[in-house]
């Protein structure tokens, strides 16, 4: 298969003070492709996609060593603007979490502070985010009312389209569904379908009906661990451990 | 059977006495407030109130007595600007020091220290101010009286900075980790995201430090007493010495012949303070509920 990497994560450990919580993850993930990252619960997938745009930079006393490589130039490197990683870099978080503006100010906010001034261009770009995250029909006559009314499947629309409109070259996910209804659900789903035509994504789920709907790559990490990581088919028909086909099957987790 | 009703009258007993202390309080101020309007309000049948609270004159024990508050208004009014152009940049600036660059053990380690400034008596800082700040103001420029507003407001601005950053760094504090984690994710710095995401969303809260820091300032009666001059005349400039509201009534009260025109005078003094002061609790009651509100914190 002709895949190309586009983020690499190179003998990953990760210490939260003395305690190890990740050891040694290798994952390659490909440009165009949605990879999820699954696993029970504590095993490290949070702490993992939130490596990824070094949003763990603000918790003190942690510590990571390896290489986190994006087009292959490592984002923890010395010379690396973090701000500039996490421009480049997107993430849309477990729970909704839109800041207390209106619509169209939550999404125009990440132009403005990449120093955007143009108006006419904010309108334009904050309008094609919030086609491009399928909730333009729900607020388009609204954008001006605060974010904090909508429901919360919508804020989670809204805090996609407010990550899209960066034009991030990645876009982390964790489990960005778990705290929505079925409907809600199925309509993130769909959505992350149509992205993967144009951004990389990597989610992290705990659910694994999930994973198996929507990634091509999976990861199974357990304990800190990366146990296994394939095609996502082939992880949920045929795994190579033993422990991945006991989670898989639900005989844990 | 028996043990069920012996519970029962235990509870009843438990009850009964929180709700007395939970109502104590309210009992004190209503006490209070029904006491300051019973011994404020027969001034009024002396002196209008307009001229009561417009008057130019303080003059209580003039045989031809006068009772104009508005120097002394305006002097517990001047203390109290004076006080906050010392308290706002102080307290709000150390709230974000503490809040945004401290790491934690400096944290751990600054705020409780402010917070002490707090517990410092009052006596105290009126001495302080008295023999160090006073001599030195005067000195500095070239004053006939280091005991004025300017020296008055320097200390109850200091006094009123523990109040203005501690509440002012919880405010900062109650928003929300993830809008940070947010405006991170979107490529936005530190200070982008203390400017546009924190502080609007602390705005509030930040604006209720400062009006209790206020309350502070303006109720503030021994400091004020030692250290601002005590001439009840209307203050044309900082430098000029003032006797605030507290001052007068504490300086006065024991020479007012009880039940006179001099202590219903007084007494009003106090009823007006009162309600400046319940006005800005009020006011920042509202604004910090519709902060709560604003953060989807619930009421």
Known sequence: MDEKVRMEIKNMNFYYGTKQALCDINIQVYRNRVTAIIGPSGCGKSTLIRLLNRMNDLIPHARIEGEVLLDGHNIYGPDEDVVDVRRKIGMVFQKPNPFPKSIFENVAYGLRVNGIKDRQYIRRKVEKSIKDAALWGEVKDRLNDSALALSGGQQQRLCIARALAVEPEVLLMDEPA???????????????????????????????????????????????QMVEYDLTPKIFTNPAKKVTEDYITGRFG | MKIKNVTKFKENIYRGIFTILAFASLFFLLGITVILFKEGLPIFQKVSVFDFLFGRYWYPTHADAEFGILPIMLGSLWVTIGALGVCVPLGVGSALYIHELAGYTQKSVLKPLIEILAAIPSIVYGFFGMVIVAPFIQRTFHLSVGLNAFTGSLMLGIMATPTVCSIAEDALSFVPKSFREASYALGANRWQTLINVIMPAAGSGISTAIILGMSRAIGETMTVLMVCGGAAVIPHSFFQPVRPMTATIAAEMGEAVMGG???????????????????????????????????????
């Open chain 2, 261 to 299: 025109a001099h202590y219903h005078a007084l007494f009003a003094i106090g009823l007006i303070l009162f309600l400046f002061t319940l006005v800005f609790n009020i006011i920042a009651e509202i604004i910090s509920r519709r902060f709560r509100v604003k953060l989807g914190l619930g009421r």
């Open chain 1, 178 to 224: 778990s705290a929505l209804d079925p409907t809600s659900t199925s309509k993130i789903e769909e959505l992350i379908q149509e992205l993967k035509k144009r951004y990389t994504i990597i989610i992290v789920t705990h659910n694994m009906q999930q994973a198996a709907r929507i990634s091509d790559y999976t990861a199974f990490l357990m304990l800190g």
